[in-house]
């Protein structure tokens, strides 16, 4: 029960943090200071997106371990090839400067956009073959019944 109330407090928190930037937020206005309050917005955003990642790595890995110790070898086997698979992904990335804007972009900053061009486009391939097999295999098996 320790557990649990740990995460409803910790929920708790970050929802009351949430609503008092939103607050703040409004009540000076988002063209505040250079728009301030949105770079604050973002930030913050990006600190919850972190925390929900790391929570459910760290809890996805500890309930693992906890409940079969031999799939810590499929986690890390599964992490390798991600690991590989973005590597990939890296040195394929062409950092070409974008076509039609007057934007200067440093050359690191256009491969890194390049790289997440292309792992964004591996997972929609990935997701629609997934969708197509799992139907093929879903009407194989009903066919059978």
């Known amino acids: 029960m320790k557990l649990n109330k740990i995460f409803t407090w910790s ?3 970050i929802i009351v943090i949430s609503a008092i930037i939103l ?5 000076v206005g988002f063209d505040y200071k250079e728009d301030l309050p949105v770079d604050i917005l973002l930030g913050w955003g990006y600190i919850i997106l972190g925390l929900a990642v790391a929570s459910v790595v760290v809890v996805g890995l500890a309930v693992s371990a906890k409940n079969n110790p031999k799939s810590l ?3 890390g ?3 390798a090839g991600i690991v590989v698979i973005a590597l990939v992904a890296w040195l394929v990335a062409p950092g ?3 076509v039609g804007t007057d934007i200067e972009s440093t050359h690191a900053t256009l491969k ?4 997440i061009l292309y792992l964004t486009y591996f997972a929609g391939i990935v997701a629609i073959l997934s969708i197509i097999a799992g139907e093929i295999r879903l009407a194989i098996s009903n066919k059978k019944a």
């Open 11 to 13: 929920m708790i928190g």
């Open 96 to 98: 070409n400067p974008a």
């Open 73 to 75: 070898v499929k986690v």
């Open 77 to 79: 086997i599964v992490l």
């Open 23 to 27: 607050v703040w937020g409004f009540a």
């Open 112 to 115: 890194l956009t390049d790289t």
